[in-house]
């Protein structure tokens, strides 16, 4: 997530934590703001304190869900209040550089998985690059964030999209979610290794990836996005013999904090990628700051590609830190 790299820690928690108790702004200035930094966006300049300016302020400067558009031209509602529909606003997507890269990934006829979909940016992107050949199957076990993910969905008419009100796991079961209280304005953050949190927890039904595959006749899979707050070795686990098989690119956060809630860590997720014939990528702000990295080792938190065949050269050429800055705000 290249905007919390370039911010401060203490940015960081604030924006993530999005409960933001302050006095409502008239309408007039909340509309002026709301057009001030989405002009910024447009600029990809000073990033880090654009952000800042982003995380301090948005919660204020909307009473309700505010329409946008992707860079692939779909439609979505944001509300403000919470921190991945709020860069979506600002920024035009969340994770401008990943979301960049992730659709530079793509072709038509592909089949995309969309583990942790949230509400839903990754698989709208990826609805409309793989065309009616292709496939996209999303995965979201929240059940106010997978409505939605639905509404998102219909709203743009994605024909080619299978979504799913489920958790991807190791074995079938059904699990709690929860989340720090701190990260109430992140719908995001649930996770399994908060379970034990005495509010705000929610069941969902979990699924191996295996056999979600067999049960709908998925023969192989292309790319997989996964960002499911420290479950990740739990689902290659469930869906290793479709993983072995089609040997997909994994667009995957990599969190030390979140994977040792689990009894995992980076390093223990490196031997298992490795295992399976996998190299990592690290994406970071930059072209120049992303690259191949030999191990997992002693990373905190970064966002990876991991591939066995080479990466296209869309990938490792032909852009730089304003590039994907730029083409987040190009549905505008």
């Known amino acids: 997530m290249p905007n919390q790299r370039e911010a401060s820690d203490a940015a960081i928690a604030e924006s993530q934590n999005g409960h933001v108790q302050a006095e409502p702004l008239a309408a007039p200035m909340r509309a002026i703001m ?6 910024w966006a447009r600029t990809g300049r000073k990033s880090s304190r654009h952000y800042r300016l982003v995380q301090r302020w948005g919660p204020r400067l909307a009473r309700a869900p505010l329409p946008s558009r992707l860079p692939n031209g779909c439609n979505i509602n944001c ?57 996209v199957h999303s995965f979201e076990p929240v059940p106010s964030t997978y409505a939605t993910l639905l509404e998102n969905i219909s709203r743009n008419k994605l024909s080619n999209v299978s979504a799913n009100r489920a958790a991807l796991w190791h074995q079938p079961a059904t699990i709690a979610l929860g989340r720090a209280p701190e990260m109430i304005g992140n719908l995001g953050s649930f996770s399994i290794g908060f379970a034990d949190m005495q509010s ?24 997989i996005k996964m960002d499911i707050q420290g479950a990740e070795p739990f689902a290659l686990r469930g869906g290793r013999r479709i ?14 904090s979140s994977l040792e809630l689990l009894g995992s860590s980076p390093e223990a997720l490196w031997d298992e990628l490795k295992a399976l014939g996998y190299r990592a990528w ?28 080479d990466l296209p050269s869309g990938i490792t050429t032909g852009w730089e830190r304003r590039t994907p800055k730029r083409w987040a705000c190009s549905g505008w």
């Open 282 to 309: 690290r994406i970071g702000v930059s072209l120049r700051t992303s690259g191949p990295q030999a191990n997992l080792d002693g990373v905190e938190f970064a966002n990876f590609l991991f591939h066995t065949a």
């Open 79 to 135: 509300d403000l209040t919470e921190y991945v529909q709020r860069q979506i606003y600002f920024l035009g997507v969340f994770e401008p550089v990943e979301s960049f890269l992730f659709t530079r990934l793509l072709r038509p006829g592909d089949v995309v998985a969309d583990v942790g979909a949230n509400v839903g940016q990754y698989t709208l992107l990826a609805a409309t690059a793989v065309g009616p050949a292709g496939a």
């Open 34 to 39: 709301r057009a001030f930094l989405r002009a």
């Open 243 to 256: 993983v072995e098989q089609s040997r997909p690119i994994l667009l995957m956060e990599v969190q030390r």
């Open 200 to 223: 705000g927890v929610v069941e969902a039904p979990a699924w191996t990836l295996d056999e979600y595959a067999a049960r709908n006749g998925v023969s192989r899979i292309d790319l």
